[in-house]
């Protein structure tokens, strides 16, 4: 069993709101599954043609929860507007297109860099800017959460 909590920052304009807790049941949470046995729970926000039952939330994320079998690589799109960052929590992988400073720089076959991250369990993994995330399952497969935003752009 796994639980996960969203904590979401808000504009200045509802700093001082009322705090909100949703309570969301496992048979409430939308799954979709891909030909290739790839899966994503919409949690909250749109993908692939579902909508999650969490919303209202300032910085409209999206948050999804996805699994990707054994030595398979899924292509997964993200709006190049939103800061994403993804979290492993079963598994290992190797991610394209993470941020500095643990990512790793490679040149390859085709003579451009690219930039990858190993991400075993309990990994956090930050995303440049991009329109889609490159995801390759290690031996056991992986799972994660895959969590997008518009960015506030405002002090913290």
């Not at 979709?32 to 993908?47: K, L, N, P, W, Y």
């Not at 579902?50 to 939330?57: F, L, N």
């Not at 003579?111 to 991400?119: E, K, L, N, Q, V």
Request: proline share 6%; charged share 25%; with cysteine.
């Amino acid at each position: 069993m796994h639980g996960f909590q969203l904590w979401s920052n808000l504009p200045a304009s509802l700093k001082m709101t009322a705090p909100r807790y949703q309570d969301i049941a496992a048979g409430d949470i939308p799954t979709v599954t891909e030909d290739d046995g790839t899966s994503a729970r919409v949690i909250c926000g749109d993908f692939w043609g579902q909508r999650g039952p969490v919303a209202g939330v300032a910085t409209d994320p999206r948050y999804l929860d996805i699994s990707v079998p054994p030595g398979r690589t899924r292509r997964i799109a993200v709006e190049i507007t939103r800061h994403a960052f993804a979290y492993v929590f079963a598994g290992s992988g190797t991610f394209r297109d993470a941020s500095d400073p643990r990512a790793v720089r490679t040149e390859a076959t085709d003579g451009s860099d690219r930039i990858t991250y190993d991400a075993a369990n309990h990994s956090l993994v930050l995303f440049d800017s991009g329109d889609e995330i490159v995801v390759r399952a290690g031996d056991d497969g992986i799972r994660f959460l895959l969590v997008s935003g518009r960015p506030l752009e405002e002090p913290v």
